[in-house]
């Protein structure tokens, strides 16, 4: 069964279409947009300076202190940017809080860590990012981890593993 709305509309043929459907191509420039140049829709866009491309990602960190443990984690999306900054921080930051529960030495920091490696690879393969967004400032990337200073701490529980390891060899 049609109904009448199925039924060829008799005024087709001197149909135009409303105003706010017509393609305004001056539109965009005339009203100042605030999307900047570059800016594709349904592409991930950063979560701190807006500029694209980013990837949905997460940053971890850990710390491990006797019996208290806190996990922090920042959810993207990040452009590469942003991202790798906050791979650094948050990577230098877990190896140097990361050690001092038991079970953050022999779990929780070493998966933080795997992670952290996993998400610095997904950025590493984005473009360039485009210039952040309206009002919006990027992180600074700062140092590798390898130049930072508190990374270093820890090859104090690596030692103390390897110690550890030869103690119990040895007096087996
Ligand atoms: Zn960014």
Same mark, same amino acid.
């Given at each position: 069964?049609?109904? %009448?709305?199925?039924?060829?509309?008799? $005024?087709?043929?001197?149909?135009?279409?409303? @105003?706010? =459907?017509? @393609? *305004?191509?001056?539109?965009?420039?005339?009203?100042?947009?605030?999307?900047? %140049? #570059?800016? $594709?829709?349904?592409?991930?866009?950063?979560?701190?300076?807006? *500029?694209? %491309?980013?990837?949905?990602?997460?940053?971890?960190?850990?710390?491990?202190?006797?019996?208290?443990?806190r996990?922090?984690?920042?959810?993207?999306?990040?452009?590469?940017?942003?991202?790798?900054? /906050?791979?650094?921080? /948050?990577?230098?930051?877990?190896?140097?809080?990361?050690?001092?529960?038991?079970?953050? /030495?022999?779990?929780?920091? @070493?998966? =933080?860590? +795997?992670?952290?490696?996993? *998400?610095?690879?997904?950025?590493a393969?984005?473009? =360039?990012?485009? !210039? !952040?967004? $309206?009002?919006?400032s990027?992180?600074?990337? #700062?140092?590798? +981890? $390898?130049?930072? @200073?508190?990374?270093? +701490?820890?090859? /104090?529980?690596?030692?103390?593993?390897?110690?550890?390891?030869?103690?119990?060899?040895?007096?087996?």
């Amino acid at each position: 069964m049609s109904t %009448p709305a199925a039924q060829p509309n008799p $005024h087709a043929s001197a149909y135009t279409p409303p @105003p706010w =459907t017509m @393609p *305004a191509p001056d539109a965009a420039q005339a009203s100042g947009s605030s999307a900047h %140049p #570059g800016w $594709h829709s349904g592409v991930l866009a950063c979560r701190i300076c807006g *500029a694209q %491309p980013a990837a949905a990602v997460t940053v971890r960190a850990h710390q491990g202190l006797l019996l208290m443990m806190r996990f922090h984690k920042i959810d993207g999306p990040f452009c590469r940017s942003c991202g790798t900054a /906050l791979v650094r921080e /948050l990577t230098t930051k877990t190896l140097w809080q990361g050690w001092w529960s038991p079970f953050s /030495l022999v779990f929780f920091s @070493p998966f =933080t860590l +795997v992670w952290n490696l996993l *998400a610095s690879r997904k950025l590493a393969a984005l473009p =360039t990012p485009g !210039p !952040p967004a $309206h009002g919006a400032s990027r992180i600074q990337e #700062g140092k590798p +981890v $390898h130049q930072r @200073p508190m990374a270093y +701490v820890a090859v /104090l529980p690596l030692i103390w593993a390897v110690w550890f390891v030869t103690g119990m060899i040895t007096h087996a």
